[in-house]
């Protein structure tokens, strides 16, 4: 400290970790040397006084939906793959073959450079996608590590024991206790699994801070959330062999599975009755991994019934949250498993199969399963599973264009609600009966049950229903040619379903809003949105039914006469590729300009005949680029791009550049840049 005290200077030390007593030490050096600043690595913190922390997160990984094979080798992950891999193959190359197979490797590996430099050297013997295929026991892989490294990085197994070693008992119980969990977890419920009754000896947030400052988990936290934590595929399949080999896996296991079932159990009455049911969706999202996990363990350990009890109570966060093909796999799954399982349980798990298999357009699947569902809710005398399961009966003759068989379902529904005193119910069927109404004709009828339904779903806070409702008025006001009112509803109604991320409602109400423009003149931009709505109906695996399939053919094929064919190709394929996101904001961002009524089955041409390259550079005249910068962009000559100005100029009746973009964006020809 002496030979320190009037230099100034940077003192660099490395693998702190081996030495963390001497800590003190260093605080006292830098305490007497003023001019004298630390840079210490370390996989634990220092804890004295004047420590800035850094955490040195694992490299970033490729940004999804990027495949071209130029961009994915920046990424530095990837870099960093060929790099090694070449340095054991000199042939290696990245390409369209096998980027994808790299990709995902870096991917299973979360970004970790000793564990990619480790994988990557392999490439000598395994194609990335052998390679990938192994990785499901990726610590036998992850070997072989260069020989003047020290003994703890030649392995991946060794990198993380050398953590793992320095742990006190108590926390290694605890950090193997944790690999139970899948994806991420929460303070709660690593207090209430792996710390249950104090038998781990510990504290649990003590536990996790100490664990995340030994490098073996990551907390993180959004918002106003609590923290939750996480653990890397390595550091995670090191853990579970711990667990495995202090033989608590089994009981551990278990214990993660009761408390996902008591959790879905917390969340139904707010599915059943839709109140207060975004906040449980949320928590369950963040806990869908888990679930999956408990789900698994109890089908592997024969508790059976209690895994269709579980996936039973998932089926309305399934079907909200566009995971229909998942849920309909767990639930079949779970039904042939447990035959014989309590009738209450099997009956709420065929509700939930039904629903998802006729949002999927399989009503050979769906109606056996609700009258199954029904003869079982009977039996037990569960009135709430009688009334939603007639509801539903109702919903697929609706939604099959057969009204006067769904008219009477309904009204026997909205009875049984009414009796239960189950207003969020009793509301949803007037929305149906409204449906009903429409299709059989009576328009005013219709809209008198809407407001009724609307008015109670305000009233409760059933946000979900009420955007449901507001749909269909948007779409009653569209076809009353109330333009300004369309608007408002399904602005609202779009807005609530994005908040809610409800992937079959936010597809819909992108199309709803296709038919506005479709109404409102807006033919591009109707197509536009029809193709991206389809996009994310292909995505969830989401069919049409009436009234909507009707409804929107008509706006199709009104938009379709405004435009040439090869036009409404283009816009149609522009919106295909927008993704949700850009959608929605395109959907909420529709203008209505044109008074007048436009029927959606007239054949008016307007003004969008433009061709696909005249769309091209409308697109660019309107981010305000000149003749010159057109051509660029477009690899033409500055004489064309200025011949496919005037060309627009003509088609459009304008005779400058401000003019063109203004017509274009009120036309829905373009969608005015943000």
Known sequence: ALALRDKRLLLVLDN????????????????????????VTSRVPLNVTGEQEFAVPPLPLPVAGVNAVADLAACPTVALFVQRAQAVRADFVLHEANAVAVVEVCQRLDGLPLAIELAAARSKVLAPAALLARLTHGLRVLTGGSRDHPARLQTMQAAIAWSYDLLSTEHQILFRRLTVFAGSGSLDAAESIAIRGGDSGIDGLEGLSTLANNSLLRLSQHGD?????????????????????????????????????????????AFAARINQVAWLDRIELEHDNMRAAITWLDQSGECDLALHLCGRLSWFWYLRGHLSEGRRWLEHALDRAPEAPDAVRARALLGLAMLAHWQGDDGRAIPCLEESLELSRKTGDDWGIMFAIGILGIVAEDAGEFDRAYPLQIEALALAQAMGDRSNAALCRTHLGITAWGLGDIDQAVLKWHEALETQRELGDSWAASVTLSYLGLAACNQNQLALAKAYLGESLSVRWAMRSQEEIAHGIANFAVLAASSGQHAHAARLFGAAEAERNVIGLTLQEPEQSTYAQAIEAARAGLSREMFAACWSAGRALGVEQAVADALATRIESPGRVDLRAKSPGPTTLTPRELEVLSLLVLGRTDREIATALFVSPRTAHG???????????????????????????????
């Open 225 to 269: 959330a609590d923290a939750r934590f996480t653990l890397l595929h390595t550091t995670r399949e090191f853990g579970l062999e711990q667990l495995v080999a202090s033989g608590e896996m089994a009981e551990m296991r278990q214990r993660h599975a009761d408390w996902c079932v008591h959790l879905a159990d917390e969340a139904w009455p």
């Open 644 to 674: 496919h100005v005037a060309n627009i100029f003509a088609k459009l009746g304008v005779s400058t550049r401000t003019a063109a973009a203004t017509t274009a964006i009120a036309a829905g020809i373009v969608v005015a840049p943000s």
């Open 16 to 39: 702190f970790e081996q030495v963390v007593l001497a800590a003190s030490q260093v605080a006292d050096l830098l305490a007497m040397s003023s001019q004298v600043k630390a840079l």
